[in-house]
Structure formats: C-alpha cells, structure tokens
C-alpha cells in the first residue's frame, strides 16, 4: 500500500522560503506522476506544480518564476522549494501521487505566510 509522508511546512515571513518533501513508501514512485495542491480556508483546493515521471514540470500560474518542483527516484521524494512567499501562498499544501491506476493524497503541511 502506497502512502505519502509530507513535511517542511510552517509560518514564514512575507519574501521568504520554506521546501516541502513528500516521501512516498512502496515501489511505484519513479513510475507515477508526483503533484503539489493547495487549499486556503474557504477555497477549493488547487494544482500548484506537477512534475511527470519523467521530469516533465508545470506550474499554476501565481507560482511560476517562484516555486520549483522536483523528485528524487532513488529516495522515493518530490520537493517543492518555495522562494519569494506571499501571505497569499498561506494554506495547506498536499502532496498527490498518480498512476494509470489510481491516485492517493498526503495528509497536508501547513504553510502560514505572514509578518
């Protein structure tokens, strides 16, 4: 059974930068597609970066220029380095993982950006 492991949230200053990781458990991760969501109080949640597996990336376009994503194979880990942060980039960030077959989510990390 395939579960996602995220972590490097927490509250930042307005202009700062903070990197998730999700680590994914079982031996599909190099096969899958590997995403970042987010969801703020009140919204739906949002696509904010994906990255095919084979490298293939694509961001929303508030993020572009600012947030990069990136997966590690061999350590079973996507990153999400997040630079420039705004108080508009405060929510909770969920890692996503997809196959042909199916998709699962983490359980979320808090990213709180504010002075």
């Known amino acids: 059974q395939v579960q996602l492991v995220e972590s490097g949230g927490g509250l930042v200053q307005p202009g700062g930068s903070l990197r998730l990781s999700c680590a994914a458990s079982g031996s599909i991760f190099s096969l899958s597609a590997m995403g970042w969501y987010r969801q703020a109080p009140g919204k739906q949640r949002e696509l904010v970066a994906s990255?095919?597996?084979?490298?293939?990336?694509n961001y929303a376009d508030p993020v572009k220029g600012r947030f990069t994503i990136s997966r590690d194979n061999a350590k079973n880990t996507v990153y999400l380095q997040m630079n420039s942060l705004k108080p508009e980039d405060t929510a909770v960030y969920y890692c996503?993982?997809?196959?042909?077959?199916?998709?699962?989510w983490g359980q979320g990390t808090q990213v709180t950006v504010s002075s």
């Open positions: 996503s993982l997809t196959t042909i077959s199916f998709g699962i």
């Open positions: 990255i095919t597996s084979r490298g293939s990336t």
